[in-house]
């Protein structure tokens, strides 16, 4: 049986994986890294989850988590028995996002967080979601948790992230593929491309849902991750 670790996203920790954690089969001991804290570079985080995590993995990465995901099964294929990539994108940072990052830390580091991550938060959400505001409001609180150094370090991170759409076809674990139909921070054109890159992908729609996956549509998404697991069983 592999281990099964689950990879926050960008400014996240286990709180964004509440709602999975409770149903996921036991004998998976699952795990959730918190690798993306303590290091710089997507390669970086991604040799530590391979590191503190022996044996045979299941990784499942949310957004960065996917990315750092991807970049595990880039560096120890033979390592990997599986991966769900939850609205991860597999391309090198576009040069407008670039920019505006660079820009969000500039503001990150004069310590104005509040002010550059509240007003946008409702972007990660389904506009239906988006209008629940104890839900925005959990999620704000873990962004804001996460304090201006790491969310400075993981914007850099992602900015410099590798092209991971050089190696996916090589794959030969199973993969599963979630998206939200209207994700706004990775759209459904980063699932189409890693589906058409990635032999047999498993590709799963969540109707009227944004980028916050886990949270946005937790009944949904725990069914299509205790399918997808089932295979192990």
Known sequence: MPNLVLLPGLACDERLWEAQLPVLPPAFEARVSDAHTRHDTIEAMAAAVLREHPGPLVLCGASMGGMIAMEAARQAPERIAGLALLGTNPRPEAPEMYELREGAIELFEQGDLREVIEPNVVFAFHPAQAADEALVQRYLDIVLDAGAQQLIRQNRAVMRRPDARAHLPSLRAPVLLVCGDTD???PPYCTREIAALVPHAEVVW????????????PAFVNAALLSWLAQWS
């Open 184 to 186: 706004r921070l990775a």
């Open 206 to 217: 969540v109707a009227q849902c944004g980028h916050m996956l886990t949270m946005e549509k």
